[in-house]
């Protein structure tokens, strides 16, 4: 079993930014992956960005050049920088994690105002 604790979220103008955190307790020594989706109203939730145990990111179009994801060095933690936020940024964020199945945080929402 492995429990997600997400932080970070809240409300921010657009072109500002947000750092979102994550940290995973439980079976951390299972994670091959970590990362991030989101999901805004009305719709279903998406990848942002994951991160393997090698360190190989990869990100969504839409986030490309303005997200980006790191592990700690303890590797049970998960951050999310996002920069330049847009409105369609807005969505509430999930911690995801991945060993023989997946494991989600309770989501953290994030509002970018226009």
């Known amino acids: 079993q492995v429990q997600l604790v997400e932080s970070g979220g809240g409300l921010v103008q657009a072109g500002g930014s947000l750092r979102l955190s994550c940290s995973a307790s439980?079976?951390?020594?299972?994670?091959?992956?970590m990362g991030w989706y989101r999901q805004a109203p009305g719709k279903q939730r998406d990848l942002v960005a994951t991160i393997i145990s090698g360190g190989s990111t990869n990100y969504a179009d839409s986030v490309k050049g303005r997200f980006t994801i790191s592990r700690g060095n303890a590797k049970n933690t998960v951050s999310l920088q996002m920069n330049s936020l847009k409105p369609e940024d807005t969505a509430v964020y999930y911690c995801?994690?991945?060993?023989?199945?997946?494991?989600w945080g309770q989501g953290t929402q994030v509002t970018v105002s226009s």
């Open positions: 439980g079976s951390i020594s299972s994670i091959n992956r």
């Open positions: 995801y994690a991945q060993t023989f199945r997946n494991y």
